[in-house]
């Protein structure tokens, strides 16, 4: 399982400084960071969230399912997280 947070703004899309800066203020060691540098997070994500953050997304990489996005921070998500993880599959490893 992998983590990523991926970083946009509401004002233009992100970058790789701002992904590196936000990864070093966190210590950030086990979740990979990245900057949307299209904007398509906030386009196709947050703004149907009314372009609230932080937003929350989950996807199951065996079957590209969306299984939970919301606002809120990652703790908000952890069911979700869980039973992909629980499952029985080879991502679940």
Do not use: K
Request: with cysteine; net charge negative.
């Amino acid at each position: 399982m992998v983590l990523v947070n991926t970083l946009c703004t509401a004002v233009g899309p992100g970058s790789a400084s701002l992904a590196g800066a936000w990864e070093n203020y966190h210590g950030l060691t086990n979740i990979e960071v990245w900057g949307d540098t299209t904007d398509y997070m906030y386009s196709n994500f947050a703004s149907a969230l009314g372009g609230s953050y932080p937003n929350t997304l989950v996807v199951d990489i065996d079957t590209m399912e969306i299984r939970y996005f919301s606002t809120g921070a990652v703790n908000s998500a952890v069911n979700a997280i869980n039973e992909i993880v629980n499952a029985d599959h080879p991502c679940a490893d």
